[in-house]
């Protein structure tokens, strides 16, 4: 197959990806994959060498957006010092409202999620993706009662402004200046008892 002069096969791949994240954000996954290869500026065949059938194209979809939100998360990790309780969870708590602060891409993100979560297979990947962080951040050295606030906290900042959120952007910049000093406690009061950290 000939490939367009200066592009690599990875940087094909990603423009395909991208248009198709594009496409079916809006118009669901019924879109044609000719469609996508247009709008990704490659052939209907170029774009089948890479994903030989749309189901491998939303597959690769999938775990390209997962995999860049890890990859994001551990690359604001890596800032702090390896071993450092709460190291991961406060990373994942910067990415997450890094997004939340992008409305028009976290609309998008959050239709084409929807979109991808109906097509056979894709439900599962996610939800072995889930399990991989409950299991990474419940182990980062924290309070479990932290972790489970600091993921359903993070994980709501990204949704509630689709349909009008009550916090503004103040408010959801000192919940995450709350959330990162929670994970630096030493004691933290929950219900009616102390919890060591």
Same mark, same amino acid.
Not at 73 to 81: F, L, R, T
Not at 94 to 108: E, I, K, M, T, W
């Given at each position: 197959m000939a490939r367009t002069a200066g592009r690599s096969a990875a940087e094909t791949r990603r423009l395909i990806l991208d248009a198709a994240a594009r496409l079916i954000s809006r118009h669901g996954t019924a879109v044609p994959v000719s469609d996508i290869a247009e709008a990704a500026g490659v052939s209907?065949?170029?774009?089948?060498?890479?994903?030989?059938?749309?189901?491998?194209?939303?597959?690769?979809l999938a775990n390209h957006l997962m995999g860049q939100f890890r990859?994001?998360?551990?690359?604001?990790?890596?800032?702090?010092?390896e071993g450092t309780p709460g190291r991961l969870t406060r990373a994942y708590i910067?990415?997450?409202?890094?997004? @939340?602060?992008?409305?028009? %891409? $976290?609309?998008?993100y959050i239709a084409l999620a929807a979109h991808l979560m109906f097509e056979p297979g894709l439900e599962a990947l996610a939800?072995?993706?889930?399990?991989?962080?409950?299991? @990474?951040?419940?182990?980062? %050295? $924290?309070?479990p009662t932290i972790v489970r606030m600091v993921i359903a906290a993070a994980d709501g900042s990204n949704s509630a402004p689709l349909w009008g959120a009550i916090l503004d952007d103040a408010d959801r910049d000192q919940l995450e200046a709350d959330l990162i000093a929670l994970t630096h406690r030493d004691r933290v009061q929950v219900g009616s008892r102390n919890a060591d950290i």
């Open positions: 209907k065949g170029g774009l089948l060498y890479h994903f030989p059938s749309k189901e491998e194209l939303l597959n690769g990859s994001d998360v551990e690359q604001a990790a890596a800032e702090e010092e910067r990415v997450s409202f890094a997004h @939340a602060g992008d409305l028009p %891409g $976290l609309r998008d939800q072995q993706d889930a399990q991989q962080w409950r299991e @990474a951040l419940l182990d980062d %050295g $924290l309070e």
